[in-house]
Structure formats: C-alpha cells, structure tokens
C-alpha cells in the first residue's frame, strides 16, 4: 500500500514557475514508477510526466516537454514536478500517480493516487 500527499501548488503568474512535491509512505516507494497528471475544469484527467522506479528514464506529455521536469527522490520518498515558463493552459489540479507499469501515460496503469494540489496560472 502506498498513500501519495502532494503539495506545492499556487497562483502565480504566467511565465513563473512551481515545483510540486509528492510524498509517498511505503516501504516500498523505489519500485514504483510515479506520474503526475492533471485535470482542468469540465476537462478528463491528462497525462503530465513519468519517471521510472530508478529514476533513470522520464517520459512527458508534449504540451509540457522541455518546461516540465519530473525527479525522484527515493531516500526521500518524493517525486517533484519542476513546472518553469507556465501558461495559463497549464492551470488544473495536479495528481501524482504510482505504478509498476514504467512509463505510461494512462490512468488505468497507476494503483495509487494522492487527493491533487490546485495550481492556477494567471495571465
């Protein structure tokens, strides 16, 4: 079993930056794949980015590649969404997410969720 609490998340303005932290409880937190999504209102939850259980390989959704960066922290017990150059797109309530799939962007491979962080962008 593995409880995820995010938090992080803010209004700022658009071109600034967030980081958004997840911690995780579990004895078993370094063989997890982790995941953030997100879900803007009256829109269905999206992939964000992937890292893998050693933290080795990412993966991210095109709208955010190359501002986004997704690390893990595992004497931690952390995952981290580094969020630099936001836009106004970018606001939603972000979730991070626990697998054993690696690196995928759908819902259904990740067993573990943590309750979101709301992060708002303001033009």
């Known amino acids: 079993q593995v409880q995820l609490v995010e938090s992080g998340g803010g209004l700022v303005q658009a071109g600034g930056s967030l980081r958004l932290s997840c911690a995780a409880s579990?004895?078993?937190?370094?063989?997890?794949?982790m995941a953030w999504f997100r879900q803007a209102p009256g829109k269905e939850r999206a992939f964000v980015a992937a890292i893998s259980w050693s933290g080795g390989s990412t993966y991210y959704a095109d709208s955010v590649k190359g501002r986004f960066t997704i690390s893990k922290d595992n004497a931690k017990n952390t995952v981290y969404l580094q969020m630099n150059s936001l836009e106004a797109e970018d606001t939603a309530v972000y979730y991070c997410?626990?697998?054993?799939?690696?690196?995928?962007?759908?819902?259904?491979?990740?067993?573990?969720w943590g309750q979101g962080t709301q992060v708002t962008v303001s033009s």
């Open positions: 997410a626990a697998g054993h799939f690696g690196l995928v962007p759908g819902n259904a491979f990740y067993d573990y």
């Open positions: 579990g004895r078993t937190f370094s063989s997890y794949a």
